[in-house]
């Protein structure tokens, strides 16, 4: 497959591709100290950070891993995102990819390559979104198996990340357990929207947040309407309660109040049609796109309002970018609400076009710039052939 015909014999060594750094965070002090005294306690680390969409299991994650005193106690650090992936078989992959086992050695034993890689130094990896491989019930079994093998390395620690209450079983969670991240005090609600708005929130704001329950996306999506003028706060709150009004009538999702946040978001006087479609084909691709400068350039051609409309979408924060990766990409509880939308847009045409014509500039598969370009496009380009077909 592509992945392997695109990817370096020679492996890079540790530390790897290095973590995302997150946004600030604010309010998570309690659990931040249970997981570094479970750190202190526990050798190897086994934390499970669970939670509804939205709640900050990521940004809580990736805060941890940037820890000065995690970073000593595991200086190698993985972070794995399981988006978008169908089976074990795609996140070892990303893994061996990451690890650096070379192409032709991945055909065979992979999962056992692997865990002895991983068994060589002390490590910590984090597994984002794992609910993508546990939930199914086809999956789980694979999968907790993996998550059995990996706790049984002595110096490895593993942080998993899933959207929801349970955990995995093939773990031992040391006691106490993690418990599934409550929503945001009103203080530190207020303090969020301080810090990306940098005003003090008046009355209809503070109604606002009061209103969104303390889910930190919400917050911030409301924060980003406000901070941009769009619209001001006391127009937003009257929408506010058309579009509850609204939701609870259709029955969406009776409790959301980020499905709410989420429907201001997208239909923001500042959001255009282009910005919508936009939204659904990277919400579509399972990693998102690329922020390098040549590969913007070159979508254009296929889709000319790609940049106007990403700047829309930018500036209501329905999009975030991964400085380190450089990749653009949708967060995952306002891509399951975009896809639940619409199952078809205007820009796959385009996208599948542009993605063959990037395969054929790139064919030469010995080339250092094609393993660059091609092997983080692996997945999109797998989902591009797929609409081609449908
Ligand atoms: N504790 C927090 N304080 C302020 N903002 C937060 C906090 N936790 C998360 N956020 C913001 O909320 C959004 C969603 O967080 P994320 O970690 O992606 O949630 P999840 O992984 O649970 O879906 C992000 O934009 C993030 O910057
Ligand atoms: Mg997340």
Sequence with gaps: MLIEL???????????????????????????????????????????????????????????????????????????????????????????????????????????????????????ICLDNLETLWEPATLRTITEGFLNHLSGIQTLGLIVTIRGNQRPNGVT???????????????????????????????????????????????????????????????????WQKEKTKVLETGQDRKSSLTISINLSFNSPRMTEDARELLHLLSFLPKGFSNANQMLEDIQRYIPQF?????????????????????????????HFTLECRSYFRLQKPTTEFFIDLLSKYQDKTSFRAHQVITPEFYNIRVAAMMEVN
Excluded at 189 to 200: A, H, M
Excluded at 206 to 217: F, H, M
Aim: net charge negative; proline share 9%; glycine share 6%.
């Design 6 to 124: 695109y990817s370096t014999s020679a492996g890079p060594s540790p530390p790897w591709t290095p973590i995302p750094f997150p946004a600030f965070m604010l309010g998570r002090e309690s659990e931040m100290e249970n997981m570094l005294s479970h750190m202190r306690v526990n050798k190897p680390l086994h934390i499970a950070i669970l939670g509804p969409g939205g709640m900050g299991k990521t940004t809580l994650a990736l805060h941890f891993l940037h820890t000065e005193s995690v970073i000593n106690a595991y200086p190698s650090q993985l972070f794995i995102s399981c988006e978008g992936r169908n089976s074990l078989d795609e996140l070892l992959l990303d893994i061996a990819e990451q690890v650096g086992i070379p192409s032709e050695q991945r055909k065979e034993y992979l999962q056992n390559q692997i865990l002895g890689a991983l068994k060589k130094l002390p490590i910590i």
């Design 307 to 335: 940049r106007q409309a990403l700047t829309v979408f930018k500036s209501v924060a329905l999009v975030e970018i991964d400085q380190q990766l450089q990749r653009i990409h949708v967060l995952s509880p306002i891509k």
């Design 173 to 239: 969670w040391p006691q106490p357990l993690l418990k599934p991240l409550p929503a945001l005090k009103i203080e530190s609600s207020l303090k969020t929207f301080e810090n990306i708005v940098g005003i003090q929130p008046d009355e209809n704001v503070q109604r606002l947040l009061k209103d969104v329950e303390g889910i930190p996306l919400a917050i911030t999506l409301i924060s980003n309407l406000i901070r941009d003028e769009a619209e001001s706060p006391e127009a937003l709150w009257s929408r």
